[in-house]
T-cell receptor, first 115, second 111 residues
Framework: DSGVTQTPKHLITATGQRVTLRCSPRSGDLSVYWYQQSLDQGLQFLIHYYNGEERAKGNILERFSAQQFPDLHSELNLSSLELGDSALYFC?????WGGGEETQYFGPGTRLLVL | SQQGEEDPQALSIQEGENATMNCSYKTSINNLQWYRQNSGRGLVHLILIRSNEREKHSGRLRVTLDTSKKSSSLLITASRAADTASYFCATVKAAGNKLTFGGGTRVLVKP
């Protein structure tokens, strides 16, 4: 158990809908990262928040948005869902940010299926 | 897009044998990390090797890094059935903590 929690574990929804994925980082971790894992694209970095502020963006679609709240939990919002958004969404956390040598601890993921 | 490729894509070995997998990447890096993923689960950090390091060991794991060839290898010695998983390399560039993953190697260790 990494200490990172993600809810829900599974989500089934229809095209055009909007969903929210939630992540609670390890106690004391200030950084939260979101990744998407799909058969087509593999594992891809989406976005990084540090202590409530966005720090880096990856291949995140405009239909997707995220935020990190004062209690450091994070939410990833996916809207106007398409079939191709079906994937495993991971959240990871680390103590701080910068230097690139910090271990990221991954949550168990949320499996999203868009029908 | 992915930083690099992993080779082989899949590997099947007997318990007790060694497993070697390779990772190639495209751009300069700050460090390279290896992760393990059991079927459909979260990733577990295994080892990090800095760009100025050539070899690193952790238990039954040995990682090498050749920055001139932009490649790394992960060796698992005396494999066990519990090592069955997918293994991913991930690179970190000079700035920030963004991990860029390779495609992964699926390893099956048969008892």
């Amino acid at each position: 158990d990494s200490g990172v929690t993600q809810t829900p574990k599974h989500l089934i929804t229809a095209t055009g809908q909007r969903v929210t994925l939630r992540c609670s980082p390890r106690s004391g971790d200030l950084s939260v990262y979101w990744y998407q894992q799909s058969l087509d694209q593999g594992l891809q970095f989406l976005i990084h928040y540090y202590n409530g502020e966005e720090r880096a963006k990856g291949n995140i679609l405009e239909r997707f948005s995220a935020q990190q709240f004062p209690d450091l939990h994070s939410e990833l919002n996916l809207s106007s869902l398409e079939l191709g958004d079906s994937a495993l969404y991971f959240c990871a956390s680390s103590v701080e940010w910068g230097g690139g040598e910090e271990t990221q601890y991954f949550g168990p993921g949320t499996r999203l299926l868009v029908l | 897009s992915q930083q690099g490729e992993e080779d082989p894509q899949a590997l099947s070995i007997q318990e007790g044998e060694n497993a070697t997998m390779n990772c190639s990447y495209k751009t300069s890096i700050n460090n390279l990390q290896w992760y393990r993923q059991n079927s459909g689960r979260g990733l577990v950090h295994l080892i990090l090797i800095r760009s100025n390091e050539r070899e690193k060991h952790s238990g039954r794991l040995r990682v090498t890094l050749d920055t001139s060839k932009k490649s790394s290898s992960l060796l698992i010695t005396a494999s066990r059935a519990a090592d069955t998983a997918s293994y991913f390399c991930a690179t970190v560039k000079a700035a920030g903590n963004k991990l860029t993953f390779g495609g992964g190697t699926r390893v099956l260790v048969k008892p």
